[in-house]
């Protein structure tokens, strides 16, 4: 068999399964306790089984010589209501575990810097958290089991050592070799069938989730049949995948199942052998033989399909520890921020292959308002993400006065940055949650209504109120309002640097010039970083960086550049 990848992604399939489980609970408490106790009672009760088997059965039809019924079948009842009651203390612990792990993820998630995360299929980093979390608690239940089971076995070999094995022992030694077998390929199709099913689920929730968030373009498009015809392709390949996996189910059920009857078989072959050769007596003897060879069997087969559930769980965890071997973005180390001009210093930024910002030096004077002008696609929004430290520069420096950005930490100087975005970024909640996310301080009732009266919001929140639900990423708001929200945001955390990338693009005309107006006079003496297409904006800048394909084509006082400079005249007309 052609050795078959785990995963498609090379990098997952790298990692080493002992450094995955040590990935995996670094960092977590496990709840040892918990876990221990319900591997201790795991162990007893199979010892019980095996031992006690002949006593239980004597005390279930009331014919135990010692005790009376009454009372047996109390104590009975006490073991079994034991029993239960303390492995679900053990399984509470495991779903503690899982629950620690998913924390733990995605707070990860959340280290990892921005141009990475932007990488992964979003579909497959929401499995990390929800499903695959779940196999943390499963190297501790398959522990359990194979505990159990030797518990179990050995509970019985003072049972067994009293019986002649030599006919038996031949015809089991085939069938666990027989098992063996079966456990390796299923092992090896394991990987193939469960992996394949992964990845077709996570398409179909990617694409659905996508396909979702723009059902009234497809409406309004009559997209309905190229998007229903998409999905079924994605259906279709997602049911192949779960056929797969049915077939092979039910191939390993099969093969386990003829295991199980082959063992039971020799059990019944070795006890017909014993009874006629004499090694049992008598009929007590002969069902007693049975039956414990039915359980020795039973846990035989328990410890066979392991290594399917063994090789399950490497999957799981090592998908985990890929994400946790994403490099995490260290807030703390580094200097303080201190107000300075932001110089970028022959900088270059590549998304893939594609040089997007190329070799630029450009400065932005403290305390000024500089405004980034330039045509779609000329790096503007990728300058601000290489401001604000969400992407790392190529080549070249970004400097904070005469610090290095790379010497500053990336908690101080992200403490120092607001960045509204044509995109607002809002959630679900209220308008008031939305304007207050990230406000360091308590906020006055003042500075919440002047953030709103600047942002151009007092119609909206007297017509609506401050707790208006605002729906999923906002989508009960027009897109102009969405955008004052983010503004009011952007004032009531009150950074000393603001960045506004088209922040008023959505707005009418009119609107964005008052709303610019106001919020430019509101933040006077802050850096302010302007991307705007319209003159109405540009007009308050004291400098202009003019921005084409990546590279500065020009850069100054505002006079200067706007009659000099091609763009800036074509953008005046
Ligand atoms: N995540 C990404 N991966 C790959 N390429 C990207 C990514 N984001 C942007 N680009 C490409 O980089 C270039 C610059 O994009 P950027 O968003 O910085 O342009 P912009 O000047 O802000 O344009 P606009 O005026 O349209 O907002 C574009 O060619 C774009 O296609
Ligand atoms: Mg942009």
Not at 337 to 345: N, Q, V, Y
Request: hydrophobic content about 45%; proline content about 2%.
């Amino acid at each position: 068999m052609k050795k078959q990848s785990l995963f498609n992604d090379s990098s997952v399939n790298e990692i080493k399964t002992k450094n995955s489980l040590r990935s995996l609970y670094k960092g977590v408490k496990i709840p040892w306790g918990g876990i221990l106790l319900g591997l201790i009672v795991s162990m007893l009760a199979m010892l019980l089984l095996a031992t006690q088997a002949e006593n239980v059965s004597l005390m279930q039809t009331g014919q135990h010589k010692d005790l009376n019924p009454f009372f047996a079948y109390t104590l009975l009842y006490i073991i079994d209501c034991a029993v239960f009651y303390l492995s679900v203390i053990g399984d509470k612990a495991l779903v503690t575990l899982n629950t620690r792990v998913r924390k733990k993820m995605w707070a990860k998630i959340l280290k990892i810097s921005a141009r990475d995360l932007e990488k992964e299929n979003p579909a497959s980093l929401l499995s990390r958290i929800t499903t695959d979390s779940e196999y943390a608690s499963m190297p501790f239940t398959i522990l359990t089991t194979v505990f159990s089971v030797v518990t179990f076995l050995l509970g019985l070999a003072g049972e067994l050592k009293k019986m002649d094995l030599s006919a038996y022992g031949p015809i089991v030694g085939i069938a666990v070799l027989l098992a063996l077998i079966v456990a390796i390929i299923s092992v090896r199709m394991v990987f193939v069938v469960s992996t394949a099913k992964q990845s077709k689920i996570a398409n179909l929730t990617k694409y659905y989730s996508e396909q979702l968030g723009s059902t009234k373009f497809i409406k309004a498009s009559r997209g309905e049949e190229r998007t229903v015809d998409k999905a079924l392709g994605l259906i279709e390949e997602r049911y192949g995948a779960e056929r797969n996996y049915a077939v092979y189910q039910l191939v390993n059920a099969l093969s386990a199942s003829i295991l199980q009857l082959a063992l039971f078989g020799a059990t019944f072959a070795a006890a017909i052998v014993l009874l006629k050769s004499g090694a049992l007596r008598d009929l007590t003897g002969t069902a007693r033989f049975y039956s414990n060879f039915s359980l020795i069997c039973g846990g035989l087969m328990n410890i066979v399909v392991l290594p399917q559930v063994i090789a399950e769980t490497i999957g799981g965890t090592k998908k985990i520890s890929y994400v946790n071997s994403m490099e995490s973005e260290n807030l703390e180390e580094g200097e303080e921020f201190a107000k300075s001009d932001i110089a970028f210093k022959g900088v270059s930024f590549l998304y893939d292959d594609k040089r997007t910002i190329d070799n630029a030096d450009m400065t932005f004077e403290a305390g000024k308002i500089t405004a980034l002008v330039g045509p779609n696609g000329s790096g503007k929004s990728t300058v601000v993400k290489l401001f604000s430290r969400l992407y790392k520069a190529e080549s070249g420096d970004i400097l904070a006065g005469d610090r290095p950005a790379s010497d500053i930490s990336l908690k101080s100087w992200r403490e120092n940055f607001s960045v509204v975005s044509q995109n607002a970024s809002l959630f679900s909640g209220t308008v008031k949650d939305n304007i207050l996310y990230g406000a360091k301080t308590e906020v006055s009732e003042d500075e919440l209504l002047q953030a709103i009266e600047v942002a151009g919001l007092s119609e909206l929140v007297s017509e609506k109120g401050l707790d208006y639900e605002i729906g999923v990423k906002g989508g009960k708001l027009s897109g102009g309002e969405q955008q004052r929200v983010a503004i009011a945001r952007a004032l009531i955390a009150d950074k000393d640097y603001l960045i506004l990338d088209e922040a008023t693009a959505n707005l009418d005309t009119k609107t964005e010039a008052e709303v610019i107006g106001k919020l430019l006079e509101t933040v006077k003496g802050k850096t302010v970083i302007v991307i705007a297409h319209t003159m109405d904006v540009v007009e308050h800048a004291d400098n202009i960086i003019v921005l084409r394909d990546g590279k500065v084509e020009a850069a100054g006082p505002r006079e200067q550049i706007v009659s000099g400079n091609s763009f800036m005249k074509a953008m005046e007309d």
